[in-house]
């Protein structure tokens, strides 16, 4: 959070208008004269212009701004970055966020102050931007992200941060934060949900017109997707619980890989190996042997073979998309771009989470606190009432408890047959958990244990492949959480709506 700054001396305007001179792409000076071009009086508002300390031609800017603006510097080179450092030196009680490639019409702040007086709820709003083309692929980047704005502004319950042109009451900015410059433009969304979880409200002034230049060039798409992921990496390893973290959306390479290692892949693996063994599972073999070459290429292999897909994918995209901006229709340079930005996404997310991994900690431990990492999980869903994650037929679990008798309770709602029913093997460290160790009841598996010195194990089991309508996913239990205690000598049994300690397998074999 940036440190709040306390209030200048002498009167304040209404509007202080941030503009960062990065990304500026040839359009400051276009930008500086729609801001010097505004029908309101000047007194209602003040501008900043944020300088980055390789900013070309600032004897011109110099020049130009006269007393019209003030001039900021700072070491940061990012426009978040930038903004930030502007709005500490703001003195209006409003924020009034740009870009400098954007240019408002005349009127915006008129129409402004007007939204503030019919609107006194409104924390916060975004105006409306114009798309502004030059290149084929520049009017394909603008269709893609103008179709995302207006999904965000008119229905998306809370993403209606958008840093083109952006006003808030500079209090409520503070209150939720401000906008992080590590983050790079993720900071938007966390800014976003963190008005949001506060009960401000943003609107959406569409008669205060922007105008925005697209630049059309695949090394800048690459260049701004990067700056996104690396801000929701960086702030998911973060693990906060801030106002509004809970309402940003974890993507579904965080569930699958940031807890991962291929211990964990080879623990599964024998899991599969034991349970085959025992005649398990084969009622379906083409299935067997896709989860024997699943778990056998991520126990030798790791995370390469889908960061080089990914990569491949990414190549592919890009040759396809430019080669039809040189002779293909404005629809196929369009989905092309898409699919070009979505593989970029996924492998760029796979780079930074492999970057993270190991150092991720609280942020890796999403099925409870004494989980270290894990294996075989799908993301977050809900159903019936619960919250919990599908693991695949084969998980493992790097759990952490204490040296001797521990108690583990896997708490996983009865969604697709009864736990018993179900009946998975479990291993820990490779053996066999015997059935007098484990009690089933209604919505837990209760599981006796005796750990190492250390105080750390891998858990795996195997059990029924399950396959959902329309779903093409491979499931095996529904987790809520794991939770790991130390035995205290107390039954397992004792726990309510508990059966006895049963051998742990399926009523009818699959």
């Not at 009864?418 to 053996?431: K, M, N, Q, T, V």
């Amino acid at each position: 959070m940036q440190d709040v700054p306390a209030r200048h001396g002498g009167g304040s305007p209404l509007f202080s208008i941030i503009i960062p001179l990065e990304y500026h792409r040839g359009q400051w000076e276009q930008s500086w004269l729609g801001w010097t071009s505004q029908t309101a009086d000047k007194s209602l508002y003040e501008i900043i212009l944020v300088v980055p300390p390789e900013f070309k031609g600032r004897e011109e800017l110099k020049a130009l701004a006269g007393d019209e603006a003030r001039l900021e510097f700072t070491d940061s080179e990012h426009d978040i970055g930038l903004c930030a450092f502007g709005a500490t030196k703001a003195r209006g009680s409003h924020l009034f966020f740009t870009e400098s490639h954007c240019w408002p019409e005349a009127d915006v702040i008129e129409q402004c102050i007007r939204a503030i007086e019919i609107h006194p709820d409104w924390a916060g709003f975004s105006c409306h931007s114009i798309p502004i083309c030059h290149n084929r692929l520049s009017k394909a980047e603008a269709a893609m992200y103008q179709a995302d704005i207006e999904f965000g502004m008119t229905q998306h319950p809370w993403r209606k941060v958008l840093d083109q042109c952006f006003v808030t009451r500079r209090d409520v900015y503070w209150e939720c934060g401000g906008l992080r410059e590590e983050l790079g433009h993720f900071a938007e969304w966390v800014l976003a949900a963190a008005y949001h979880a506060r009960g401000h409200t943003i609107g959406y002034l569409q008669e205060a017109r922007f105008h925005h230049y697209y630049i059309g060039e695949i090394g800048e798409l690459k260049t701004f997707t990067l700056d996104f992921v690396e801000g929701e990496i960086r702030y998911l390893g973060e693990a906060r619980r801030d106002p509004g973290s809970e309402l940003l959306e974890v993507p579904v390479e965080w569930v699958e890989w940031v807890g991962f290692d291929r211990s964990l892949a080879r623990a599964a693996m024998n899991a599969l190996a034991h349970y085959s063994l025992a005649g398990r599972g084969w009622k379906r073999p083409g299935e067997k042997l896709l989860a024997f070459w699943q778990w056998g290429t991520l126990a030798l292999c790791g995370d390469l073979p889908a960061r080089l897909a990914a990569r491949l994918a990414v190549m592919q995209a890009q040759a396809g998309l430019s080669a039809l901006i040189l002779i293909g229709s404005s629809e196929a340079i369009a989905k092309w771009m898409r699919r070009y930005i979505a593989s970029l996404i996924h492998l760029q997310r796979l780079e930074c989470i492999r970057r993270l991994r190991g150092q991720a900690g609280p942020a890796a431990r999403f099925l409870g606190g004494r989980v270290l990492g894990q294996a075989g999980f799908h993301a977050l869903e809900s159903s019936a009432g619960h919250s919990f994650r599908w693991s695949e037929p084969q998980a493992a679990v790097r759990i952490r408890g204490s040296e001797g008798r521990n108690i583990v309770r896997i708490r996983s709602p009865a969604l697709r047959a009864s736990l018993r029913e179900i009946g998975p093997h479990f291993y820990l460290d490779g053996a066999r958990v015997g059935g007098a160790a484990i009690a089933i009841g209604t919505d837990v598996y209760t599981i006796e244990l005796d750990l190492p010195a250390s105080g750390t194990a891998i858990l795996a089991w195997s059990c029924p492949l399950l396959r959902g309508i329309g779903d093409t996913r491979r499931l095996g239990l529904a987790v809520e959480s794991i939770e790991v205690s130390r035995d205290t000598g107390s039954s397992i049994q004792s726990e309510p709506g508990q059966q006895s300690r049963v051998v742990a397998g399926p009523l009818e074999p699959d």
